[in-house]
């Protein structure tokens, strides 16, 4: 429950912080372009993760990234990518990013590492696929 403006202007200070930390990893001061990486990441990522374990990650996101995260989720549609290929190729279809698309999961990882707990960030890739986990990771 959000119970202050105050807890929204942090939010959306936060979610900044994380755009201009990702803006910095892809390379780019492209924001829309951050916004756009760092929206499909997480939405991929989601996908991946059992129900309780992305309302565990999402606890750890900011309100703003949050509501991101489960924006249009269907918990009975999810569809697993589980080839490296097929993940990538679908995180640049939906980030818009053409063929450019290989390092962005991993920055956006590099991100996500930095504003969310050890121990979930290994909650999180204990349940991905090998191929999709090596995308996140090494790139």
């Known amino acids: 429950m959000i119970r202050s403006v105050d807890a929204v202007e942090r939010s959306v200070h936060k979610t900044n912080e994380w755009l201009s930390d990702l803006a910095v990893e892809l390379g780019t001061e492209d924001r829309e372009q951050a916004w756009r990486v760092l929206r499909v ?10 129900i309780d374990e ?9 309100i703003v990234l949050r509501g991101v995260f489960y ?3 269907d918990p009975g549609d999810q569809e697993k990518l589980r080839d490296r290929d097929a993940f990538l ?9 053409g063929d450019d698309a290989a ?5 956006a990882t590099t991100v996500l590492r930095r504003h969310v707990t050890a121990g979930e960030i290994d ?5 991905l696929p090998s191929e999709v986990r090596e995308v996140l990771l090494q790139g």
């Open 71 to 73: 924006e249009a989720f």
């Open 89 to 97: 190729a679908r995180f640049a279809e939906r980030a818009m990013l």
């Open 103 to 107: 390092h962005a999961p991993e920055a």
């Open 41 to 50: 990441y997480l939405q991929l990522l989601r996908d991946e993760l059992t």
């Open 123 to 127: 909650d999180v890739m204990s349940q």
């Open 54 to 62: 992305a309302a565990q990650l999402a606890a750890q996101l900011t």
